[in-house]
């Protein structure tokens, strides 16, 4: 009997490791097919491609500076913007939501998790380019002459988009970290309270105690912003430049690659096009790779710091 066990344990991991293989075998084939369908742009342009601005079709030259500056740029407005919001979203319905509310709370925040891009790009464009158009010409002149302001106020640019990717994202940060919270072993909250905690205090040690979870949910929701394409594509502005400004229209690697893979009318163009999509995947990579690395520190650091007050006992 325990030797039938040994064995159907053995196929069972075997099994499922072979099934993880297979992700990264995907992983693996897309950046080797990026990496060949981009081949005559890197042999062109080099590193060139990632540090120049100039996005010229015609004249044959091409960098992807402008898209890579609106991608990261737009996606860390967004999570500026969305995480507070999501986390006080996930702190109300985990912590101090009434039972009667808790559960209409949920389906309200998943269903903005549903909502299809192209819907959430249409909204921007019917009320949020107004609104945001309105605020910038509401925006002082003093304002308006610092470079993080300056522009025309057109409505469509950085705000608009960073807006949009902050209601989009908001559901995926505040999902995770209500799970994350719930997670988080009554004990604690007990424990706060014994020492005399407020409820403040004691929500403020649940947080730090879901920090690692909390974090991650955070970096889900950048890498969801780094890969969006139709509703920024909406509302962006799609003009190729790097920009300080928060009125500006600017542009983004999906959004380029959306809008001029169907024109590409040469060889060079659409390798340059897939070279944009082989450098968000190596971004994507990047960021995911350094979450997972900070995730690992942490969770490192709490296992020494738990670790201390039992040889201390000893």
């Known amino acids: 009997m325990p030797r039938s066990r040994s064995r159907s344990d053995s196929g069972f991991r075997i099994g499922t490791g072979f099934f993880g293989l297979i992700l990264v075998g995907i992983i693996c084939a897309i950046g080797v097919v990026l990496t060949v ?3 005559a742009s890197i042999r062109r342009f080099g590193w060139d491609f990632w540090r120049t601005d100039l996005w010229d079709p015609v004249a044959g030259e091409f960098g992807a500076l402008p898209f890579i500056w609106g991608t990261l740029y737009s996606a860390v407005l967004a999570l500026g913007i969305a995480t507070p919001i999501a986390l006080g979203i996930a702190i109300f319905i985990s ?7 808790r559960q209409p709370l949920v389906f309200l925040t998943e269903l903005l998790a549903a909502i299809p891009s192209i819907v959430y790009g249409l909204w921007g464009i019917f009320v949020l380019v107004p609104a945001v158009r309105a605020l910038e010409s509401a925006t002082p002149e003093a304002l308006r002459g610092t470079p993080l302001f300056s522009g025309p106020p057109l409505g469509l640019g950085m705000v608009a988009a960073g807006l949009v990717l902050a209601v989009m994202v908001m559901p995926f940060i505040s999902s995770v970290s209500r799970e994350v919270l719930r997670s988080v ?4 909250r007990e424990g706060a309270y014994a020492l005399g905690a407020t409820r ?5 040690a649940v947080l730090f105690y879901a920090r690692t979870g ?4 955070i970096m ?5 912003a780094l890969g969006e394409t139709m509703a920024v594509t909406m509302v962006i502005g799609n003009n190729p430049r790097v920009s300080l400004s928060l009125f500006a229209p600017q542009y ?10 169907t024109e590409a009318a040469d060889e060079l163009y659409l390798s340059a096009l897939v070279e944009i999509g082989l450098v968000l995947f190596v971004i994507t990579l990047l960021v995911n790779t350094l979450s997972r690395l900070l995730l690992w520190s942490m969770n490192r650091s709490r296992r020494v710091a738990g670790r201390r007050p039992a040889e201390a006992t000893a």
């Open 220 to 224: 889900l929701g950048f890498g969801r």
């Open 95 to 101: 912590e101090l939501s009434p039972a009667a509310l």
């Open 37 to 39: 369908e981009s081949m």
């Open 214 to 217: 909390i974090i991650g949910a």
């Open 252 to 261: 983004t690697m999906a959004a380029v690659i959306a809008n001029e893979f």
């Open 200 to 204: 403040f205090e004691a929500i403020r």
């Open 185 to 188: 072993p009554v004990a604690q």
